[in-house]
């Protein structure tokens, strides 16, 4: 059964560097990994998405082990305005795209 | 551009009642879908469309229907609401699957008492 976990929630302080990591053990072998960040009363925002090894952006690193079983997303240094809900979404078996619950972000001064 | 917009912004239905929640995209996207999000069970994929006139069922597709006679278009039908409906619907498009970053709309809260 596809399924991707990530924690609940995480606090963490303005300048520290944030790792936040999601569980999907039935990855399809041609499936991308696609973080995006909500703020309330938005639709969710792509920050990054990869399929294996490193990736990163101005924004933000994605690390996917060989197995591509999980990844981690990571935030350099962040501030109070990264505060907000952050989402995985994994493709299984090509359309059967499935987020997961989302971590709660909490950045504190 | 306007990017993907969805109307109405809230909506109050009894049971039993029916109603469509409107999608457009103005970027020629192919990739449309609506999910509908819940406390604690972040989005769940309801119906996507890969191109005009191609429709499929996502995770939790029971109670409603979807039609694509235009790629800017993807109305989603309630057919008779129910209370469990209750939740926050998104709309996204994207130039395909999987690889491509999805833009979402901005929602539609629905409630059914």
């Known amino acids: 059964l596809a399924k991707t976990t990530q924690p609940i929630s995480m606090d963490s302080y303005e300048g520290q560097e944030v790792n936040i990591t999601c569980s999907h053990n039935?990855?399809?072998?041609?499936?991308?990994i696609t973080w995006y960040q909500q703020f309330p009363s938005q639709g969710p925002r792509f920050i990054i998405q990869?399929?294996?090894t490193k990736v990163t952006n101005e924004v933000a690193s994605l690390f996917i082990p060989a197995d591509r079983k999980s990844s981690t997303l990571s935030l350099p240094r962040v501030s109070l305005s990264d505060t907000a809900v952050y989402y995985c979404l994994v493709g299984y078996n090509n359309n059967d795209m499935r987020f997961g619950a989302g971590t709660r972000l909490t950045v504190k001064p | 551009n306007a990017g993907v917009t969805q109307t109405p912004k809230f909506q109050v239905l009894k049971t039993g009642q029916s109603m469509t929640l409107q999608c457009a995209q103005d970027m020629n996207h192919e990739y449309m879908s609506w999910y509908r999000q819940d406390p604690g069970m972040g989005l769940r994929l309801i119906h996507y469309s890969v191109g005009a006139g191609i429709t499929d069922q996502g995770e939790v597709p029971n109670g409603y229907n979807v039609s694509r006679s235009t790629t800017e278009d993807f109305p989603l039908r309630l057919l008779s609401a129910a209370p469990s409906q209750t939740s926050v619907y998104f709309c996204?498009?994207?130039?395909?699957?999987?690889?491509?970053?999805?833009?979402f709309g901005p929602g539609t809260r629905l409630t059914v008492t």
């Open positions: 996204a498009s994207s130039p395909g699957i999987g690889r491509y970053e999805q833009y």
């Open positions: 039935n990855i399809a072998t041609n499936d991308y």
């Open positions: 990869g399929y294996k």
